[in-house]
């Protein structure tokens, strides 16, 4: 796995949880992968609003505070891994095996510390549909996604298009 994959996968992880999404693929073999228990919605209660601050900030380009704050309050435990095989080193920003939570917060506040600075391959963003208030990471090609889902960029659009009709007629 390069160390930059390992960092969108657990921003991924991050707006799933702060999108309220359904535990993911991705987010069960990660636990699966790291021997984490997959936390209950009361568990994660607790860091759903501190999770969804630090996730604003990195989509809106800043502020830098609540990214801190969750550092600051589960600091990384950084080691090199090598799980994926002998010479396939990365670093970790929580051991394996530790309580769910803590882990959560330990990985997820690392990676989006190196989003928020700017790490090129990574890039979160605030869907543009109205009334849609949901995140994603954007991996397209030139950064230029706009919707979390095709169902609001086809709900913007249809309505785009329905106004552009609605002018049309009325002059």
């Known amino acids: ?41 009361e568990d994660l ?7 969804r601050e630090a996730v ?17 309050h589960f600091p990384p435990a950084m ?4 799980h994926d095989g002998e010479g396939q080193r990365h670093l970790h920003f929580a051991r394996d095996a530790e309580e769910p939570v803590p882990w959560l917060c330990r990985s ?6 190196h989003v928020i600075c700017g790490d090129p391959e990574v890039t979160v963003g605030r869907c543009q549909a109205d ?5 994603y990471v954007d991996d397209s090609r030139n950064r230029s996604r706009r919707f979390c889902s095709g169902t609001c960029a086809s709900r913007t659009t249809v ?12 002059s």
């Open 108 to 113: 997820c506040a690392a990676a989006l510390a």
């Open 131 to 135: 009334g849609c208030t949901r995140f």
């Open 1 to 41: 796995m390069r160390y930059v994959a390992y960092i969108g996968n657990l921003t991924r992880i991050a707006v799933e949880l702060v999108n309220g999404e359904e535990p993911s693929e991705l987010r069960r073999e990660f636990f699966l992968q790291h021997q984490i228990a997959d936390p209950g919605a």
């Open 159 to 170: 309505a785009a298009y329905r106004a552009r009709q609605k002018a049309t007629t009325a």
């Open 79 to 82: 080691y090199i891994s090598e």
């Open 56 to 72: 604003t900030a990195v989509a809106d380009g800043g502020p830098i505070g609540p990214v801190n704050l969750l550092l600051q």
């Open 45 to 51: 209660a607790g860091l759903l609003p501190a999770l």
